[in-house]
């Protein structure tokens, strides 16, 4: 008699979007430890393309209460940043909101030129060696929802904040926090937060495999990636609902190199997760790596820190295997 065996190929396990924190910036789910901004002096290889970083925030249109952007660390000299022959570079960080901070098309760029200042600027502050706010909390606001620029494609209000490095030639490592409370972490709910261009620190083993979620809109048939000064330090393993592991191209010490993916059927309207898994040995330490994505256009797409549609899960196949006992 032939019996079959019923074999689950893979599962890529994921969590639900209604679990997901998206108002820390890193995100809980992405685990990369800091975001990281060099001053405008520094060497790329340090591994900061442009020295600018833009995140923009998502605040639901049926929120009304005040809002606060807090940062954490925001001082450029303590033990969590990283020092170049002595620290001396000083941050400006900037929340814009208004008409045009999102929707401008120099906003949604990857590089700090043209209009990417575009909307009204709300507040901003230049931090060098500031002890007091060294692996502390400095908070931004609060801020009327409605400052923001709203936009119907999620139904709700953008908020711009830009880093960057404006002196000096160290890396400032950081996180953001969009709270509903001046003085502690509490989320929005329903809030998000997204990036074009990802700059940003991996961890210092092998161990922790960091991961960021590009969104694929509607219409995308192609996504090409670009990842800038990765060291050669492991892989890019690229997954989705409908995809077991695509490899991307990576790059080594102060070049890019990019690589592109078809996208199928499935995968339009959500986000795809991909993992930066370090090699063994020898241990790469410190390495900041930059990140972009586009769709067959050349239009920038989004990396959100909550997924659109969830972290993807793998839709594994059943497969029957005959066997002949």
């Known amino acids: 008699m032939r019996?079959?065996?019923?074999?689950?190929?893979?599962?890529?396990?994921?969590?639900?979007?209604?679990?997901?924190?998206?108002?820390?910036?890193?995100a809980e789910v992405e685990n990369i430890p800091y975001l990281v901004t060099f001053g405008n002096e520094a060497e790329t290889y340090w591994g900061d393309d442009d020295f600018c970083q833009v995140f923009f925030f998502l605040i639901p249109e049926d929120y009304s209460d005040p809002v606060y952007i807090r940062v954490f660390d925001p001082d450029c000299g303590g033990k969590v940043d990283e020092i170049n022959f002595g620290f001396d570079t000083q941050t400006e960080f900037s929340i814009y909101g208004g008409v045009g901070c999102w929707s401008d098309k120099d906003a949604q760029g990857t590089q700090p030129i043209g209009n990417y200042r575009s909307g009204n600027l709300l507040d901003s502050r230049v931090f060098g060696i500031d002890p007091e706010y060294d692996g502390k909390w400095y908070t931004f606001g609060p801020f009327d929802p409605r400052d923001g620029e709203f936009s119907d494609e999620f139904n709700g209000y953008y908020f711009k904040i830009i880093t960057q490095g404006i002196s000096g030639n160290d890396g400032n490592l950081y996180q953001y926090y969009l709270s509903i409370e001046e003085d502690r972490n509490v989320s929005v709910e329903g809030g998000n937060a997204f990036t074009y261009e990802y700059t940003f620190r991996l961890w210092n083993d092998t161990v922790n495999i960091s991961h960021i979620y590009p969104y694929v809109e509607d219409g995308t048939v192609?996504?090409?990636?670009?990842?800038?000064?990765?060291?050669?330090?492991?892989?890019?393993?690229?997954?989705?609902?409908?995809?077991?592991?695509?490899?991307?191209?990576?790059?080594?010490?102060?070049?890019?190199?990019?690589?592109?993916?078809?996208?199928?059927?499935?995968?339009?309207?959500?986000s795809l997760d991909f993992q930066f898994v370090k090699r063994k040995t020898p241990l790469v330490v410190n390495n900041n790596v930059v990140i972009t994505t586009m769709n067959q256009y050349e239009e920038n797409l989004r990396f959100f820190t909550k997924p659109i549609g969830g972290v993807p899960k793998y839709k594994s196949v059943p497969v029957f295997e005959p066997d002949d006992e």
């Open 222 to 270: 192609r996504v090409k990636q670009r990842n800038f000064d990765w060291d050669s330090d492991g892989r890019i393993d690229i997954y989705s609902v409908d995809r077991n592991n695509s490899s991307a191209i990576v790059s080594g010490e102060d070049y890019w190199s990019e690589s592109e993916i078809v996208i199928m059927e499935g995968e339009v309207g959500k």
């Open 3 to 26: 019996i079959y065996k019923f074999i689950i190929l893979f599962l890529f396990i994921g969590l639900s979007s209604r679990l997901i924190s998206a108002q820390q910036v890193p």
